[in-house]
Nanobody, 122 residues
Framework: QVQLVESGGGVVQAGGSLRLSCAAS????????MGWFRQAPGKEREIVAA????????YYADSVKGRFTISRDNAKNAVYLQMNSLKPEDTAVYYC???????????????WGQGTLVTVSS
């Protein structure tokens, strides 16, 4: 079983940038497709971005396309989410998740980190 720990959240002004990291332990991350999800207060958890095991394919939600970039470094057992041009509506707890295949819903991922809070002020 892989364990995931997110970091890099914080408070940033609108238009700013943050880079989230997801560090894995327990098993090699290269065996898993990875996703970044977020959940804002009072809202359902939604997918932000996903990446295949090799990094050869990625997926982005329409709301973040062109602003966020998902990447991975299997040698470092880590996945990243570069977030640029942040908006107040990006405020949420961000989670990384591991699954057997790249999916577009939370049900496709069976291992989750504890989350990291991103707050974008206007």
């Amino acid at each position: 079983q892989v364990q995931l720990v997110e970091s890099g959240g914080g408070v940033v002004q609108a238009g700013g940038s943050l880079r989230l990291s997801c560090a894995a332990s327990g098993r090699t991350l290269g065996s898993y497709a990875m996703g970044w999800f977020r959940q804002a207060p009072g809202k359902e958890r939604e997918i932000v971005a996903a990446i295949t095991q090799s990094g050869g394919a990625t997926y982005y939600a329409d709301s973040v396309k062109g602003r966020f970039t998902i990447s991975r470094d299997n040698a470092k057992n880590a996945v990243y989410l570069q977030m640029n041009s942040l908006k107040p509506e990006d405020t949420a707890v961000y989670y990384c998740a591991a699954g057997r295949r790249m999916g577009f819903g939370a049900a496709g991922y069976d291992t989750w980190g504890q989350g990291t809070l991103v707050t974008v002020s206007s």
